[in-house]
T-cell receptor, first 117, second 115 residues
Framework: AQSVAQPEDQVNVAEGNPLTVKCTYSVSGNPYLFWYVQYPNRGLQFLLK??????LVKGSYGFEAEFNKSQTSFHLKKPSALVSDSALYFC???????????????FGTGTQLKVEL | EAQVTQNPRYLITVTGKKLTVTCSQN?????MSWYRQDPGLGLRQIYYSMNVEVTDKGDVPEGYKVSRKEKRNFPLILESPSPNQTSLYFC??????????????FGPGTRLLVL
């Protein structure tokens, strides 16, 4: 079975400081890893994904994430946080082999990011 | 504009009164899914469809039905809603072009309250 852990319910950071939102995963097989963001009263918006290749993935709004196979992690990062980055962030995983569930993503429980002035 | 739409966005109903939440995508995607989002649990897949007339259960299918008669539509049906189905529901779609790594696109969500 595949699973995703987001160990922090909330992350607080000052505007202009770097931010990290942590994600670790557990899968059998090669993982496809995703980050989504959810703003209040909105659906989930795709930020970035890792499929294969370069371990550092760049995505929307200046976000990036680093795939670390040995630590089974896929932490989301941004060099300089903005107040407008405040939202709920979800990490998700899909294994690369067909194990059922169509294109099911297994989500973490989400991390609320709060960026303050 | 490429999008996934859901209706209604908000719904208050009573126990046992059948309801349908519609989902439609205009991207000609083969795969569609329904998820529910609950605090502390993230999103969990309810049902999915890999193409027209092909549907299967996800992780939490009890109390739900779906159908896929057309490629663009994937309605979620609650035949007899109960309070434990109070949740935020998302429809999602993705292409099968590149396999399982394709990005899923989510609708805006439907907030359901069952009294």
């Amino acid at each position: 079975a595949q699973s995703v852990a987001q160990p922090e319910d909330q992350v607080n950071v000052a505007e202009g400081n770097p931010l990290t939102v942590k994600c670790t995963y557990s899968v059998s097989g090669n993982p496809y890893l995703f980050w989504y963001v959810q703003y209040p009263n909105r659906g989930l918006q795709f930020l970035l994904k890792y499929i294969t290749g370069d371990n550092l993935v760049k995505g929307s709004y200046g976000f990036e994430a680093e795939f670390n196979k040995s630590q089974t992690s896929f932490h989301l990062k941004k060099p300089s946080a903005l107040v407008s980055d405040s939202a709920l962030y979800f990490c998700a995983v899909r294994v690369s082999i067909l194990t059922g569930g169509g294109n099911k993503l297994t989500f973490g429980t989400g991390t609320q990011l709060k960026v303050e002035l | 504009e490429a999008q996934v739409t859901q209706n209604p966005r908000y719904l208050i109903t009573v126990t046992g009164k059948k309801l349908t939440v519609t989902c439609s995508q205009n991207m000609n995607h083969e795969y569609m899914s329904w998820y529910r989002q609950d605090p502390g649990l993230g999103l969990r897949q309810i049902y999915y469809s890999m193409n027209v007339e092909v549907t299967d259960k996800g992780d939490v299918p009890e109390g739900y039905k779906v159908s896929r008669k057309e490629k663009r539509n994937f309605p979620l049906i609650l035949e007899s809603p109960s309070p434990n189905q109070t949740s935020l529901y998302f429809c999602a779609s993705s292409s099968r072009t590149s396999g399982w790594g394709e990005t899923q696109y989510f609708g805006p969500g439907t907030r359901l309250l069952v009294l």
